[in-house]
């Protein structure tokens, strides 16, 4: 089956320091992938998504990078707040509509 | 507003017993998922569904049941079977499958 890892479990960061968050993929099938972010007791939120034909992708403070050739994802969060504290996963889908989650990284942001 | 809801927030039950999540969303999505998140970990897909009447089995569908009846509607239920049922469930629904997906806001099920 499919196995989508995280490198860094917990990420501690100075605030106003950039944060990367990494994400190993195995399935070279995956065509779409998603990073989440969660809060204590609440549903994961949608930050930013990039498709397989792109390599990088750039949102607000939030930049997303795609290696196919190495199964890799990561997310780049610029000048980190207090309120970037959370834990963040990466998502894909390969075959159908099946969506497979990382096991997370925790980021703590250090005032 | 459109979105998608899980209820209750917290469930308690006996051991033995089986128990319904409720999830519906209004956001005219065709695909709903559910999710088990333990504390400290990453969530793991019980079940999918693509469109109504279909539904799949995930990575750990074992001990759990689902429907899909309707668009909106994609009840969970966990059944006595499932050996360790205390968790948080998520469920979630996208468009399609080059969108990303919605959450509720979960429900924390105990089992005592």
């Known amino acids: 089956g499919e196995s989508v890892g995280l490198h860094l479990p917990t990420l501690s960061v100075q605030e106003g320091d950039n944060s990367i968050i990494n994400c190993a993929y195995s399935n070279s099938a995956s065509d779409y992938f998603i990073w989440y972010k969660q809060e204590s007791g609440k549903g994961p939120q949608f930050i930013i998504d990039?498709?397989?034909?792109?390599d990088k992708r750039q949102g607000q403070r939030v930049t997303v990078l795609l290696n196919k050739t190495v199964k890799h994802l990561s997310l780049q969060i610029a000048a980190t707040q207090p309120g970037d504290s959370a834990v963040y996963f990466c998502a894909l889908r390969a075959a159908g509509n099946k969506l497979t989650f990382g096991g997370g990284t925790r980021v703590l942001v250090k005032p | 507003d459109g979105g998608i809801t899980q209820s209750p927030k917290y469930l308690f039950r006996k051991e033995g017993q089986n128990v319904t999540l409720s999830c519906e969303q209004n956001l005219n999505h065709d695909a709903m998922y559910w999710y088990r998140q333990d504390p400290g970990q990453g969530l793991r897909l019980i079940y999918y569904s693509q469109i109504v009447n279909d539904f799949q089995k995930g990575d750990i569908a074992e001990g759990y049941s689902v429907s899909r009846e309707k668009k909106e509607s994609f009840p969970l239920t966990v059944t006595s079977a499932q050996k360790n049922p205390t968790a948080f469930y998520l469920c979630?629904?996208?468009?399609?499958?080059?969108?990303?997906?919605?959450f509720g806001q979960g429900t924390r099920l105990t089992v005592v």
């Open positions: 990039i498709r397989s034909n792109m």
């Open positions: 979630a629904s996208s468009i399609d499958r080059i969108s990303e997906a919605f």
